[in-house]
């Protein structure tokens, strides 16, 4: 679905990521996760093509990311930011049917798709004609979904979409989202900081350090197997989010 060959990616002298080769396989969720400042969201964005890299190439569906290409690739591909990226002026139908209405989709099949979404994600319809601030967290979280959805695309990209969220918001969305993952069948790739968020969404999860890529596999891989201490060191520094999903070292 996506694939890295050798990629890497500076700024100025900031090295964020260095020669890094990665398999993204349809129809399962792969998870990003290391310390900040790591390289996964620059990874996300590679991806995406919202940056090119300095060197190596990024495909999606056996296509090259480049700048001729990008624009129409993104047709397939569904973004959420990390901070959501609401248009405050525009309603939730509004942000959700941005791109819909772009490309020339009819009111109807607009209406149609927004209506499914709403379904979909648990967002209810009266909410669709209230601007962002009148909904809340969990509510404006659900809308970036649907906006990210709304072309039907075939992977799914999210930057801690849920970080900003208080824990009992949080838990609901996280339970709601994958479902989601599960009815669609779709690819994601998710950049999170939390290991528990991690095991409870990822088929694959991929740690980093300092812009590459440590150690890949099922969490329980990671904890039962890490590749090096550094593993170690991440997988205990958050002991109880693991204990809580029976995953304790």
């Known amino acids: 679905m996506l694939k890295l060959i050798a990629v890497t990616k500076a700024f100025g002298s900031t090295v964020a990521v260095q020669g890094t080769d990665l398999d993204i396989p349809p129809a399962t969720t792969t998870v990003l996760i ?31 990311i480049t700048t001729a290409s990008v624009r129409t690739l993104r047709h397939r591909m569904g973004y959420v930011i990390q901070d959501g990226g609401l248009f405050p002026h525009l309603t939730a139908r509004a942000n959700v049917s941005l791109a819909a209405r772009h490309l020339g989709w009819t009111t109807e099949r607009t209406d149609t798709r927004t209506r499914d979404l709403a379904d979909l994600t648990r967002f209810p319809i009266d909410g669709l004609d209230r601007y962002p601030v009148q909904l809340s967290g ?85 904890v039962r197997q890490p590749a090096d201490p550094f593993v170690a060191r991440f997988i205990n520094a958050q002991r109880s989010p693991l204990e809580s999903i029976g995953c304790a070292t």
């Open 138 to 222: 969990g509510q404006r979280q659900r809308v970036c979904l649907m906006r990210a959805l709304m072309l039907e695309p075939h992977v799914l990209l999210l930057d801690e979409p849920l970080g900003a969220l208080d824990p009992m918001i949080r838990a609901d969305l996280q339970a709601d989202l994958k479902q989601v993952f599960q009815t669609l069948k779709t690819t994601v790739v998710m950049v999170t900081h939390d290991i528990g968020e991690a095991g409870f969404f990822g088929h694959n999860i991929v740690l980093m350090r300092e812009g590459r890529i440590i150690q890949t596999g099922t969490l329980e891989t990671l």
């Open 34 to 64: 290391g310390p900040s400042g790591c390289g996964k969201s620059t990874l996300l964005r590679l991806m995406i093509g919202m940056i090119a890299p300095d060197r190596g190439t990024v495909s999606f569906e056996g296509e090259s």
